[in-house]
C-alpha cells in the first residue's frame, strides 16, 4: 500500500467536507456519528474535531457549501424566459433535494429551528431572490418593493412544498416543478407591467389541468 500523502489543512478540509456530505446524504442526521466521517476519511478523531469541533459544525458547512454551490449551478440566462429560467433553477436544486434526501430533511426538519443552518438558508434564498429580481421589469421602487415581498413568499412556499414533497413524493417531480412555476408566474402577474410569462401554462399544461393531471 503506497503511503498516505501529506494534505494541506485545506485540502484536509476539504476532503472532510466531501466525506461528511456523503455520509449525510447517506443516512438521517442522527445516524452520522463523527467517528464514522473519521473512519471514511481515514483520519483520527482528534484531527477530525480539530477541523470541526461538532457534528452540527461540520454539518453546517456541508450545507453551507451546498448552498453556495447550488447558487453557482443557479444561472439565470437573459436570453431564456422567466419560466425557463425558473424552470432551471427548480432543476438545479431538485437534483440536489433527490440526490441528498436525508440532509435536506435535517436541515428543514431536525435542525429547522437551529440559527446556523436558518441563516445558510435565508441567505440563499434572498440571494436568489435579489437574481429573480434582477430580471424581472420593475416599473418603480413601489412595484419592485411588492415584488420582493412576493418572491419572498414564494421562495419560502417552493421550500416547504419541496420538503413535504420529498418526506411523502405525493405527485410526479414535474408536477412539482410545475406547482412552483405556476405559483410564481401566479403571485407576479398581478404586480409587474408586462406579463412575465405570456406562453404560461402552455397548450399541453393547459390539457393537462383541465384533465385534473
Known amino acids: 500500500m503506497p503511503p498516505r500523502r501529506r ?55 456541508v450545507y453551507k457549501e451546498a448552498a453556495d454551490r447550488l447558487l453557482a449551478a443557479t444561472r439565470l440566462d437573459p436570453e431564456a424566459t422567466f419560466v425557463e429560467q425558473l424552470a432551471q433553477g427548480l432543476d438545479a436544486h431538485l437534483d440536489y433535494f433527490v440526490a441528498n434526501r436525508h440532509a435536506v430533511l435535517a436541515a428543514n ?38 415584488v420582493s415581498a412576493a418572491l419572498k413568499a414564494w421562495l419560502v412556499f417552493v421550500q416547504v412544498l419541496c420538503v413535504d414533497w420529498l418526506t411523502h413524493e405525493n405527485c410526479e417531480r414535474a408536477e412539482l416543478r410545475d406547482a412552483c412555476i405556476g405559483a410564481a408566474v401566479g403571485a407576479l402577474r398581478p404586480l409587474l407591467p408586462v406579463d412575465p410569462a405570456p406562453d404560461w401554462p402552455d397548450e399541453d399544461r393547459r390539457s393537462g389541468f383541465e384533465r385534473g393531471g
Open 7 to 61: 494534505l494541506s489543512p485545506a485540502d484536509r478540509r476539504a476532503h472532510l467536507l466531501a466525506v461528511g456530505a456523503e455520509l449525510f446524504a447517506a443516512a438521517p442526521y442522527e445516524n452520522v456519528l463523527m467517528e464514522d466521517v473519521a473512519e471514511r476519511a481515514g483520519v483520527s478523531r482528534a484531527l477530525l474535531y480539530r477541523h470541526f469541533p461538532s457534528k452540527h459544525a461540520l454539518f453546517a458547512a
Open 109 to 146: 426538519r431536525v435542525l429547522a429551528g437551529d440559527p446556523v443552518i436558518q441563516t445558510i438558508m435565508t441567505d440563499e434564498l434572498d440571494a436568489l431572490r435579489a437574481r429573480l429580481l434582477g430580471v424581472l421589469p420593475l416599473a418603480d421602487d413601489r412595484t419592485r418593493e411588492a
